[in-house]
């Protein structure tokens, strides 16, 4: 169970760090690098587009990555649904089938007349 929590909050922090990354960048090349000038050629408008773009595609991986594994991770509790399967197969083992015998017989009421 422990595993299982720590997967899902691994899986929400991508989840809410790439929302981020994505909102930041600008599909005509703007959004974070256009706040810096050009004079700043160490973190320029090109670095920061590849830093963007590779920030981007490795919270992709990492989230794949987690759900895939989050798939060992589940917990599974052997009684709860046993217990809910022998139940129901219980149950339908012991209904009745309908037959025209045990239907209730419903009669629609009459047509109302309409005195206009």
């Known amino acids: 169970m422990g595993a299982y929590i720590l997967i899902s909050v691994l899986i929400l922090i991508t989840c809410i ?4 990354v994505v909102l930041v960048q600008n599909s005509k090349g703007g959004g974070l690098a256009s706040n810096f000038s050009s004079s700043n050629q160490y973190m320029g408008v090109r670095k920061t587009a590849d830093f963007l773009e590779k920030t981007t595609w490795t ?3 990492v989230l794949l990555i987690l759900s895939l594994f989050s798939i060992f991770v ?12 022998t139940e129901l197969r219980e149950d339908l083992n012991n209904t009745q089938p309908q037959t025209p015998q045990n239907i209730p017989d419903y009669q629609a009421p009459p047509p109302r007349e309409d005195n206009n």
């Open 74 to 85: 589940i917990p599974r509790s052997s009684n709860g649904s046993d217990q809910f399967d």
């Open 59 to 61: 919270l992709a991986i």
């Open 17 to 20: 760090l790439l929302v981020l």
